[in-house]
């Protein structure tokens, strides 16, 4: 089965702690994103890759970091200078070039600081 | 800053009625427009696409583009209960063509 998976589904962090959140698609697609969801709010870019070994901020990508050695895999790091990070962790592909960028979502993991 | 506005609801139609939900966005290049559903817990599911001023059928779903006005709608005719879920509309801006998400209207449909 193509699509995206995303683990672990729910992840608690300590204070002070650094995170990884796995991301791996098996679409063939080039471009791969990182969005953030809090209770109520839309989604909220924080990094994306148009192509391995680059990457490009998003609107809040202060406290997180990202790599993209293989076109399949973009890991999202969550580290301790990230104040607030309790929320809704979503990651996203589509087809590059692509006009219109339908981007296609995977099923998300739930990161709660302790 | 580029913004996509959603009313929030919520919204609650009875089932078998049509469910109207409304967007708007603020940059006047953007080219590509996107409703999102997504159920509680889940993550967002693409269920429409529209890139040109018109409308667009896809079964029980219409999207809707006027560019001049700068509005995007969804139109889900004879509601189900099924269809019960937050919508977001989202739209394309930029050289990389970065989606900008609006903050959902929350829908509810009544057996």
């Known amino acids: 089965d193509g699509g995206i998976t995303q683990s672990p589904k729910y992840l608690f962090r300590k204070e002070g702690q650094n995170v990884t959140l796995s991301c791996e698609q098996n679409?063939?697609?080039?471009?791969m994103y990182w969005y953030r969801q809090d209770p109520g709010q839309g989604l909220r870019l924080i990094y994306y890759?148009?192509?391995?070994?680059?990457?490009q901020k998003g609107d809040i990508a202060e406290g997180y970091s990202v790599s993209r050695e293989k076109k399949e895999s973009f890991p999202l790091t969550v580290t301790s200078a990230q104040k607030n990070p309790t929320a809704f962790y979503l990651c996203?592909?589509?087809?590059?070039?692509?006009?219109?960028?339908?981007?296609?979502f995977g099923p998300g993991t739930r990161l709660t600081v302790l | 800053q580029k913004e996509v506005e959603q009313n929030s609801g919520p919204l609650s139609v009875p089932e078998g009625a049509i469910a109207s939900l409304n967007c708007t966005y603020s940059?006047?290049?953007?080219?590509?427009f996107f409703w999102y559903r997504q159920y509680s817990g889940k993550s967002p599911e693409l269920i429409m696409s529209?890139?040109?001023?018109g409308d667009k059928e896809d079964g029980r779903f219409t999207a809707q583009l006027n560019k001049a006005s700068q509005y995007v709608s969804l139109l889900i005719r004879d509601s189900q209960p099924s269809d019960s879920a937050t919508y977001l509309c989202?739209?394309?801006?930029?050289?990389?063509?970065?989606?900008?998400f609006g903050s959902g209207t929350q829908l509810t449909v009544l057996p």
């Open positions: 996203a592909s589509s087809i590059i070039p692509n006009t219109y960028n339908e981007q296609f």
């Open positions: 679409l063939n697609h080039d471009a």
């Open positions: 890759s148009q192509i391995v070994n680059d990457f």
């Open positions: 940059d006047r290049g953007s080219q590509s």
């Open positions: 529209i890139y040109s001023n």
């Open positions: 989202a739209s394309t801006s930029g050289s990389a063509r970065q989606l900008t």
